[in-house]
Nanobody
């Protein structure tokens, strides 16, 4: 059974940094992908970035330059480094995963971790 769990959220001042981690447990092979999404109150869920099974990374245009993905394949862990945070980055951040080489839809989701950026 695949399970996804996020950690690392918290409160930070504008301009600060946070690192979110996501562990996808239950995979027996390396053909899976992972992604980060976020949802702010009253807004639709927004895709942030994703990594395919071959390590290829894709970022939403608005996130490029401030957010960076890294992955530890041995630990099935995806990290999202967030720099220069803004109040508008405040949201519930979700990690998602699925069994495929390239994913656009995700079957497995974490519970989310809250990020709050204050000015």
């Amino acid at each position: 059974q695949i399970q996804v769990a996020e950690s690392g959220g918290g409160s930070v001042l504008a301009g600060g940094t946070l690192k979110l981690s996501c562990v996808a447990s239950g995979y027996t092979g390396s053909t899976y992908c992972m992604a980060w999404f976020r949802q702010a109150p009253g807004k639709e869920r927004e895709w942030i970035a994703s990594i395919d099974s071959d390590g290829s990374k894709r970022y939403a245009e608005s996130m490029k330059g401030r957010f960076t993905l890294s992955k530890d394949n041995a630990k099935h862990t995806l990290t999202l480094q967030m720099n220069s945070l803004k109040p508008e980055d405040t949201a519930l951040y979700y990690c998602a995963s699925d069994v495929d080489s390239v994913c656009y839809d995700y079957q497995y989701w974490g519970q989310g971790t809250q990020v709050t950026v204050s000015s």
